[in-house]
């Protein structure tokens, strides 16, 4: 093609923006330019666009260029790239498309309700003192973020006591089997070192005979060397006091890719032995806000996403939970005011915990079985 000598490469006036947009609705992506002697090409993810008939249009008005796209369907996410170019030069301009899912989970937004509830909440049996939940999973999946998170939401103040991990080492960061008390709720949650490939990490028999009650607080984790009998630490006989009444598995949404397969296999043991105790299982998915750009804007729209959606499905897969067991959640790390859409997003996940770990104190309590 012969183009025009203009002495000056091409420039946009207005650039492409991103777009979010519900299936099935028309949308499109426009630019303007300061000349209207130019070619101008579209790309999706670095590939030349297509164009579908009936599904895709471009359209040039004057020095405005737009890509008019009809249907909205989760195929047409991604990253869209505008260039325009003339025989002096080119330029580009990109912007990323979004396709929201209806929303498929509902949560109530509003955390007064969902405190109230927790805070007034009885344990089924007065054997039990407090319900205690295990969080287990790979190295700086962000189990001890979530204890920090809780804890700030019922302790009203940013709570950072409960260490985090400030950088990724691939070393775990809890070495202890470390507890934590929740405010005035009798609710306690054990912080355990990450798991990790080889003899590193804590061993799945040391969280299992945590999940038993044979691990006694603050007990420091020995690599490769879990905890038995003849240790003097051990606690021979636990009662349900001593037990975990829900295990808790933490899975970063932006590290599940990173996984190997032996992590894999020992949070599947872990979990198999959890079944066959009877003891509650829920999988939170931390890190949300790393792999989709929409929640990390706005969280209430996660159960709109479909990145979220695609990584829940991966846990699902590799721990073979059903998906109405795992719950995508959001820590403090950055953020230093109350969050209460944050909070909201963790207490509706915190309210399936408390309710599994009471099922299971009521079908295990001796008192309700001598009232049964
Ligand atoms: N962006 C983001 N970062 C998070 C979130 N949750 C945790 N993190 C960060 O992830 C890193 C690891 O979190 P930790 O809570 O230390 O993870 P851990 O599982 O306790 O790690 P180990 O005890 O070392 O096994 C820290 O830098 C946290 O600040 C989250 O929801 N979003
Ligand atoms: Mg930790």
Avoid at 19 to 30: A, M, P, W, Y
Avoid at 108 to 123: A, D, R, V
Wanted: with cysteine; aromatic share 6%.
């Amino acid at each position: 093609m012969n183009w025009l000598k203009l002495g000056s490469k091409p420039v946009f006036v207005t650039v492409l923006a991103d777009k979010q947009v519900k299936i099935g609705e028309n949308f499109s992506l426009k630019c303007q330019t300061n000349t209207e002697r130019i070619t101008v090409t579209w790309k999706k993810k670095d590939q030349t666009l297509c164009c579908v008939e009936g599904k895709h249009e471009t359209v040039k008005d004057g020095k405005s260029f737009s890509l008019k796209i009809t249907n909205a369907d989760p195929g047409d996410e991604g990253n869209y790239t505008v260039t325009i170019q003339n025989s002096s030069g080119s330029a580009s301009c990109s912007a990323m498309v979004t396709v929201e899912l209806s929303e498929w989970r509902t949560v109530q937004w509003k955390q007064e309700p969902m405190t109230k509830k927790l805070k007034n909440f009885g344990i089924c049996s007065r054997d039990v003192k407090e319900l205690r939940f295990l969080l287990y999973g790979p190295v700086g999946a962000g189990k001890s973020s979530i204890t920090n998170t809780i804890k700030t939401i019922f302790e009203e103040h940013q709570y950072i006591n409960c260490l985090a991990a400030s950088a990724s080492t691939g070393k775990s960061f809890t070495k202890k089997l470390e507890k934590y008390s929740v405010g005035n709720v009798p609710f306690t949650f054990f912080d355990v070192m990450g798991l990790e490939k080889g003899s590193e990490g804590v061993h799945p028999h040391d969280i299992i005979s945590a999940l038993k009650g044979h691990v006694p607080n603050n007990y420091e984790f020995k690599e490769n060397v879990p905890i038995d009998k003849d240790n003097r630490s051990y606690i021979v006989n636990p009662t349900l006091n001593d037990q975990i009444h829900c295990l808790v598995s933490v899975i970063a949404a932006d590290k599940i890719i990173l996984m190997t397969d032996e992590v894999i296999q020992k949070m599947r043991t872990i979990r198999a032995e959890a079944s066959i105790l009877g003891i509650p299982q829920v999988v939170l998915m931390t890190r949300v806000d790393e792999v989709c750009p929409m929640t990390k804007q706005d969280v209430t729209k996660i159960y709109q996403s479909r990145k979220i959606k695609e990584k829940m499905t991966m846990c699902s897969n590799i721990l073979g939970v059903p998906m109405n067991c795992i719950f995508p959640v959001k820590n403090y790390h950055e953020e230093t005011k109350p969050n209460e859409q944050l909070n909201c997003l963790m207490l509706e996940a915190f309210t399936q915990i408390v309710h599994s770990a009471d099922d299971f104190v009521k079908k295990n309590s001796n008192q309700q079985k001598t009232v049964e």
